[in-house]
């Protein structure tokens, strides 16, 4: 790694713990204006001091976000599909690496479909943009999509990852699964995991933490947190978690007193 590969890579870790707690609101790129984010620059103000690294897209990010911001941005730079379409995450390249640059992006991210008909489709256009990436010293965020009729398990999960952490991913996105440390074992690059549907503030805690003790670098969550009850309070709860190892009742706890006050 070069030093400019190196120093967008670190920026999206906490220095002391080593780990993450990114904020995915790319949601509007395939599923519009997504509850929770209809006023997406609302909605993730409050959460900034809190989050390591924000993912979006660059539509969301020029919007919504100040250029005086002070946060890493994982950039996402794949789409082309909506929820309506038959082929949802038949995903080909958004965004070119000059606008990525000059967005200052730390990261990029690419959703990849591992089983899927169109497979080859997505995974050349991913290692394309990876090629490019590199020559700048811009790191990928795989994100391993899971298509229907697919399994979220350790074993599919683990193919998924390890296929684009080889193709040259710095950090893969997966989802938790039983066995998790079969796919953090066997990725030789960091995993985060995605939050997925808006589950009780309880048991996204209990995810986030089984998965950063099963070897998790961190969390990459969205809708756990920003269609919470409380997200301020439920983002401060996860970051308790992952960058300080607290157990999951005192981190819900946490949550409770924050979101009472
Ligand atoms: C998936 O392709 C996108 O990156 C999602 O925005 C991301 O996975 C969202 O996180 P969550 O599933 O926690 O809402």
Redesign the pocket.
């Known amino acids: 790694m070069d030093w400019g590969m190196k120093n967008r890579f670190s920026r999206l870790f906490n220095q002391k713990s080593g780990k993450t707690v990114l904020f995915?609101v790319?949601?509007g790129y395939f599923m519009g204006p997504t509850t929770g984010l209809e006023d997406l620059g609302a909605a993730v103000k409050p959460l900034l001091p809190y989050v390591d690294a924000l993912?979006l897209t660059r539509g969301a990010l020029r919007s919504y976000i100040p250029p005086q911001a002070d946060i890493p941005i994982i950039l996402?730079v794949s789409g082309g599909t909506s929820i309506l379409n038959k082929e949802l995450l038949r995903e080909g390249v958004t965004v070119s690496m000059e606008d990525a640059i000059r967005l200052n992006a730390s990261a990029i991210?690419f959703?990849i479909m591992v089983g899927a008909d169109f497979e080859r489709d997505t995974l050349l256009a991913f290692t394309r943009v990876i090629n490019e990436a590199e020559r700048y010293g811009i790191p990928m965020l795989a994100?391993t999509?899971v298509g229907k009729g697919l399994n979220r398990d350790a074993r599919y999960l683990s193919l998924a990852t390890r296929i684009a952490a080889e193709l040259g991913a710095r950090m893969v996105?997966t989802y938790y699964c039983e066995d998790f440390e079969r796919v953090v074992n066997t990725c030789p690059v960091p995993v985060v995991i995605?939050?997925?549907?808006k589950i009780s503030e309880k048991d996204a805690l209990q995810l986030a933490y089984n998965a950063i003790q099963a070897g998790a670098v961190g969390v990459?969550?969205?809708?756990?947190i920003f269609q919470s009850e409380d997200p301020v309070a439920m983002i401060q709860a996860v970051r308790a978690i992952v960058h300080e190892n607290i157990p999951v009742d005192e981190a819900y706890e946490m949550f409770l007193n924050l979101k009472a006050r």
């Open positions: 995915a790319d949601h993912m996402r991210a959703s994100v999509a996105k995605a939050g997925g549907k990459d969550m969205g809708r756990n």
